[in-house]
Structure formats: C-alpha cells, structure tokens
C-alpha cells in the first residue's frame, strides 16, 4: 500500500467490504474515546491518548487490531478464538467484528493510558528525580544515582556527559541538591 497522510485516505484504500469493517472498527473506537487523536502511525491507523492507544489495520484475509501487549493479556481467553500474538490479534474479514470485545479493550487502554499518565505527573513524596525526562532519570539510575546524596559525589559535567542527560536537567538538579545543604562535586 503507498503511503498515507490520514485515516480516511488508509481506508479508501481498500475493497468495500473492508472498507465497510475499518469504517465500523474506527467508529467503535472514537465512541469509546471521543477526545482520542487520529494519525498514521507505523503505516496504520492509529488512536492516541497520553501516547498510543490503539492501531487497526487491514489486510486481504483480516482487519489486525493492535491494543498492545497488556491489551492481548489481559482479554487472552476473549482472545483465544481469534488468531493472535503478544500485542496483536486478526479478525477474519468473513466473520462480524467483535464490537463488544474491542471495546472492552479500549476500555481498559484507555484506563491503563489516564493511569500511566497520571503516574507521570504525580510524583512520590521525596522522588527528586521525578521533574526529570524519562532518558534523564535512565542516565541517572545507570550510574547508580538515585539518591541526592549519591548525586553529591559527580560533578556538573560527569552528570552532563551521561547518555540521556540534557542541560536542562541541571537546574533542577542543582535546586535539589541545595534544598538538602548539598553541592555537585568541585571539578
């Protein structure tokens, strides 16, 4: 298939009957999760919350639907009659898609999406990293520092020179380090 710039130019793409079957999956879908976003992610439709949500797409014996790992555990006896791997599962194109059953996924996307989300943005009471990016937190955690006291011990440009570290961090690590009486070790 060539290259597409929004979902309706995906789908017109296809025969009718598939067409028919993407259009119904893709309405499920917004009715479940009215405020999600639409894109062309991976080459495919794609439902964004807080990040990918869902992916669907369709082929010449099936319409794939992609909910992600976690979405495939955790409906794997739904699942079961339906071809399937750890984040994607085929639904023949003879048979009437499981409405029901995709959206009790979506559901639970949606649900596992707003928690994750919230994870990020609420941080644990003496998490001092927690204002960091994720590659940020990484770089540090792969030095072993994960208290302020450990920080302590590096300098400025140790921190600076981790894979992952941007400058940005270091205001926000400096501002920690002096909240506890403490400094990046004198270069």
């Not at 710039?5 to 009715?31: C, H, V, W």
């Not at 520092?145 to 920080?151: A, D, E, H, S």
């Not at 926000?172 to 002096?178: F, S, T």
């Amino acid at each position: 298939m060539k290259t597409v710039s929004d979902i309706d130019q995906y789908i017109a793409g296809f025969p009718e009957e598939t067409q028919a079957l993407l259009q119904q999956m893709r309405a499920a879908i917004r009715k479940i999760v009215p405020e999600a976003g639409e894109k062309i992610g991976y080459g495919i439709p794609t439902f964004t919350l807080n990040g990918n949500l869902v992916h669907f797409a369709g082929y010449k014996h099936h319409i794939g639907f992609y909910p992600g790992a976690s979405g495939i555990k955790a409906f794997e006896k739904e699942l079961s009659v339906y071809k399937n791997s750890k984040g994607a599962v085929q639904f023949p194109l003879d048979h009437p898609l499981p409405i029901s059953l995709i959206n009790k996924i979506v559901k639970f996307r949606v649900k596992e999406s707003l928690a994750k989300n919230a994870a990020r943005h609420t941080a644990a009471p003496g998490d001092l990293f927690a204002s960091l990016s994720a590659p940020a937190r990484r770089a540090l955690e792969s030095k072993g520092i994960t208290t302020i006291q450990r920080l302590s011990k590096f300098s400025e440009a140790a921190i600076l020179a981790l894979h992952g570290m941007g400058k940005s961090s270091l205001p926000k690590l400096r501002n920690a380090l002096k909240e506890k009486g403490l400094s990046f070790k004198a270069e």
